[in-house]
């Protein structure tokens, strides 16, 4: 019988000692590469884009390449660039198309939770998620065509059948067209979650306040509502981060114009930073918007408290 | 005029079969007007790649007409769109089981152990979906071009996983809270390692929950239009990014747009539909499952 000469019980012990060791601090190793994503993605933008909003960094001037600018970036975003104006449309983007799409998206989960038939929920639910599915660059595609003043099916449609004269969307009413747009792109989203909240209610709660008779307003005032609080909230707050990231649709829709009338700030940071080059200024734009951001999310956060809603 | 009347309520005109009738009748009117809303654009840019390019935009619209492949023939041709969808394909694909890889087994984690902590790591993961795409892309636009990642694969995989991975831990987390530790246990006293165990029993359980975060990381991926449009320039170019510029430059050729727009939403649509059962738990980061 052959004894392991040395190197193999060497090797043994060192295999059998990884194995150790990777059995034993087995949270760490699976903790480890999230936390390492985590800080590239978090921490290491947000250093970077302080840093470069206070130097002078235009790719267009390598001569000051690099140099100290003090808030000279934020001055000309600011004071003589139209960032103010950006963070205006912004806002007015923003709780538009929030307002809208929690009101249909509520409504249309009410309703549809109430139908009878297993095949016709099963059916609206589909269809009603599908916008969802669309790319931002296909949807602007999509209503680019169907809005064009010469070749577009709508405008077409409300000239021959209504008496109104149909405006030309993407130039006469930009931000209008926008935020209904973005509507029918993202109600689903808020429908699925209602959707899901409602159906979790318990029948007991409904039937009890069925047989006092409350009409039917009074039943969603005080019985669902309250009782869907934390998913409203979870569900608004998840749209108004994703609304304040809207960049694809607008982008390709409308490039920002007609002038600067549908200018997102993050379509202001793109066209500073990317297509005249001044990475500096729009860092010191980025800045200012995460700051914001990350403010407006804790202190909501705070408001809401996560308190049963995840543990 | 109705004639009957609720006996209990005199003062209501219908009776209550009646006036629920009505209400189905109502409801149902609505929700067909809105699934008609929603169809009608979808309708329109199928049927608009299926019609020759002078038809497809002939007003008023051609309602009934012979269905052709003629632009998606063209489309085959157009060798950059082809490169593009490739591309994209393979990075997208890429980028989801990579970003599996790092977020199930730290889910895992901070479902099962008491992370010091963890109420501030759940919300810092959270956090990095706050952070908007165009203020995280200035800082990797300048390393990426320092580093030589700018307009290559990995670069973009790396942006992909960036998307996805707080979406990942948030819901596989509630997954693995759902599954009972026992099994688990029990494995273990039958002399399994932990990791065993977690890949013998508790993974197999979660597998619905990987599936559907699979293919939502794999939609926001794929929809995504402003990273391809920083982060690349010809050889890691997107789908996307490809469509775009056909609405600059080939703006007269509607039908060759209609088709390329429906091949790209064309897969996401199917996934949609097979995954919507989990779609709530996965948008909302898991935060509706509490029952």
């Given at each position: 019988m052959n004894t392991p000469t040395q190197s193999e019980v060497r090797q043994g012990i060192s295999v059998a000692r990884l194995r150790a060791l990777w059995n034993d601090y087995l949270p760490y190793w699976f903790m480890t590469p999230m936390v390492l994503m985590m800080l590239l993605v978090t921490i290491f933008p947000g250093i970077y884009d302080l840093y470069l909003s206070l130097v002078h960094y235009d790719l267009s001037s390598p001569s000051t390449m690099g140099s100290f600018a003090g808030l000279s970036n934020f001055e000309t975003a600011f004071v003589s660039g139209d960032a103010v104006h950006s963070f205006a449309i912004t806002i007015a983007f923003v709780a538009g198309a929030l307002v809208l799409e929690t009101c249909l998206g509520f409504i249309l989960a009410a309703l549809v939770t109430g139908v009878r038939s297993e095949r016709m929920q099963t059916f609206y639910r589909v269809t009603f998620i599908l916008?969802?599915?669309?790319?931002p660059v296909s949807l602007a595609t999509i209503f680019r065509i169907m809005l064009n003043t010469e070749v577009g099916v709508i405008p077409y449609l409300i000239q021959t059948y209504t008496p109104f004269v149909a405006p030309n969307f993407l130039s006469d009413i930009p931000l209008l067209t926008v935020i209904t747009i973005d509507t029918w792109n993202w109600t689903p989203f808020m429908f699925i979650i209602f959707y899901a909240g409602l159906s979790s209610i318990p029948d007991t709660l409904v039937e009890a306040s069925q047989v006092d008779g409350a009409p039917l307003w009074r039943r969603y005032v005080h019985v669902i509502i309250p009782y869907m609080k934390p998913v409203l909230f979870v569900a608004i707050l998840i749209r108004l981060i994703d609304l304040l990231r809207t960049f694809g649709l607008v982008f390709s829709l409308t490039r920002g114009g007609p002038g600067s009338a549908t200018k997102l700030v993050s379509i202001n940071i793109f066209e500073t930073g990317?297509?005249?080059?001044?990475l500096g200024v729009a860092s010191a734009i980025a800045i200012v918007y995460l700051i914001c951001i990350v403010a407006l999310c804790n202190v909501l956060i705070a408001v809401i408290g996560f308190e049963g809603v995840w543990d | 005029m109705a004639t009957t009347t609720d006996p209990k309520h005199?003062?209501?005109?219908?009776s209550k079969e009646t006036r629920k009738q009505l209400a189905a009748i109502g409801r149902h009117t609505v929700l067909l007007i809105w699934s008609f809303i929603v169809l009608f654009p979808l309708y329109w840019i199928v049927s608009m790649s299926l019609k020759p390019p002078r038809e497809?935009?002939?007003?008023?619209?051609?309602?009934?007409f012979l269905p052709t492949v003629y632009n998606y023939i063209q489309l085959a041709a157009e060798s950059s769109y082809v490169s593009a969808f490739v591309n994209s394909l393979v990075m997208v694909v890429s980028s989801v089981i990579l970003v599996l890889l790092i977020g199930v087994p730290a889910a895992y984690i901070l479902s099962r152990y008491d992370v010091p902590k963890q109420r501030d790591v759940l919300v810092w993961i959270l956090s990095s979906r706050m952070l908007p795409p165009i203020a995280v892309v200035i800082p990797f636009f300048v390393i990426f071009r320092a580093l030589n990642l700018y307009d290559t694969r990995i670069g973009m995989v790396l942006m992909y996983i960036t998307i996805n991975i707080s979406l990942v831990v948030w819901v596989m987390k509630a997954f693995f809270d759902g599954i009972p530790e026992t099994l688990e246990e029990a494995a273990r006293v039958d002399g399994a390692t932990h990791f065993q165990a977690f890949l013998r029993v508790t993974l197999p359980s979660a597998k619905p929950g990987i599936i559907s975060v699979a293919i939502i990381s794999f939609i926001f991926a794929w929809i995504e239009l402003l990273f391809g449009l920083v982060l690349?320039?010809?050889?890691?170019?997107t789908v996307s990014m490809q469509v775009y510029q056909f609405i600059g430059v080939r703006q007269i050729e509607w039908s060759l747009l209609a088709a390329a727009t429906t091949v790209i939403i064309i897969p996401v649509l199917l996934f949609v539909v097979a995954v919507n059962k989990y779609l709530a738990a996965g948008l909302s980061f898991g935060v509706v499952i509490k029952e």
């Open positions: 916008p969802m599915a669309v790319a990317f297509k005249f080059v001044d | 005199p003062s209501r005109r219908f497809a935009i002939s007003l008023p619209p051609d309602w009934v690349t320039n010809n050889r890691a170019v």
